[in-house]
């Protein structure tokens, strides 16, 4: 069958041809590998959602991860989501956190532990969480999330051959994942 296309009708032509044509050589990065090991991890009331990860991930000698599953709740979350930014290169970029204050259900979490081309861990996680009025809303979480009742996520550790790297890219003006094979 064929393939159907479909650009976002909220940006402008103009943009979409800079972004996605006028320039841009495709760029696609691959690296294959397995699951070395798997991480359990429950957090209590009260934990800062984002340390506590550096600190199972610092603990266990972990830097290069995926979150294979994740639920629990969270006392308010705030968020990250991409939207219109004129003055980025690439017209969008991320604005400034979305707040909720009342606690949430989270019914989703994933993500990758990555690290920079010096080692430290960088941990991009995402997120979606139910409001009291059951609302779902979801993006990058901030370290600015604590537990309610608990917070738990499976890591999964990869093996040897695949590098999980994270860096600014100058034109996107966001970090972004850039997985090497070993």
């Known amino acids: 069958g064929a393939v159907r296309v479909i650009s976002p009708p909220s940006l402008p032509a103009r943009k979409r041809e800079s972004i996605f044509t ?20 429950r957090m209590s009331p009260g934990e800062n959602v984002m340390k506590g990860l550096e600190r199972v991930c610092a603990d266990h000698g972990i830097h290069n991860a995926i979150i294979l599953s994740g639920m629990g709740s969270l006392d308010g979350c705030e968020y990250l989501v991409p939207i219109a930014l004129p003055e980025k290169k690439a017209g969008y970029g991320y604005g400034s956190p979305i707040k909720v204050t009342d606690p949430v259900s ?13 080692g430290n861990a960088l941990l991009h996680v995402h997120i979606n969480a139910s409001d009291n009025s059951g609302t779902v809303r979801g993006g ?16 999964g550790e990869l093996g040897d051959g695949l590098e999980m790297g994270r860096a600014y890219d100058e034109d996107l003006e966001v970090f972004i994942f850039r ?3 070993k």
């Open 106 to 118: 989270v019914t989703g979490v994933s993500g990758m532990v990555c690290h920079d081309d010096d």
């Open 22 to 41: 006028k320039g841009v050589v495709s760029m696609i990065y691959t690296a294959k590998g397995g699951i070395k090991r798997v991480v359990a991890v």
């Open 179 to 181: 997985p090497k094979q």
């Open 140 to 155: 990058h979480l901030t370290e600015a999330n604590t537990v309610l009742l608990t917070f738990d996520v499976v890591i």
